[in-house]
């Protein structure tokens, strides 16, 4: 199993900033590709960025340029900085990640449980 977990959200006024953090800890032998989900209040989840386990990046239009993907693989943890925060923005963040929990197993897709992000206008 892989458990991850998300921290750094919070409230925010608009033109702000936050950084959000997702540790992932368990029976794991290699990360793969790790990302961020959102999903506002009624609405779907959806796609914010991703990271290859190559470091190539690829972000929503609605982030990208404000948003920035990264992560520390000695950690095991992805980061997510928020700038030029929007209340549209406002959602519960959600990590996603590809892990293998032995050698010869396949890639798997881990979600954390969410962090709150709450942008005032």
């Known amino acids: 199993q892989v458990q991850l977990v998300e921290s750094g959200g919070g409230l925010v006024q608009a033109g702000g900033s936050l950084r959000l953090s997702c540790a992932a800890s368990?029976?794991?032998?290699?990360?793969?590709?790790m990302a961020w989900y959102r999903q506002a209040p009624g609405e779907q989840r959806d796609f914010v960025a991703v990271i290859t386990s190559r470091s190539n990046t690829n972000y929503a239009p609605s982030v990208k340029g404000r948003f920035t993907i990264s992560r520390d693989d000695a950690k095991s943890t992805v980061y997510l900085q928020m700038n030029s925060l929007r209340a549209e923005d406002t959602a519960v963040y959600y990590c996603?990640?590809?892990?293998?929990?032995?050698?010869?197993?396949?890639?798997?897709?881990?979600w954390g449980h969410g962090t709150q992000v709450t942008v005032s206008s």
């Open positions: 368990g029976s794991i032998f290699s990360i793969g590709a």
């Open positions: 996603n990640v590809a892990a293998r929990t032995e050698s010869s197993g396949p890639l798997k897709a881990w």
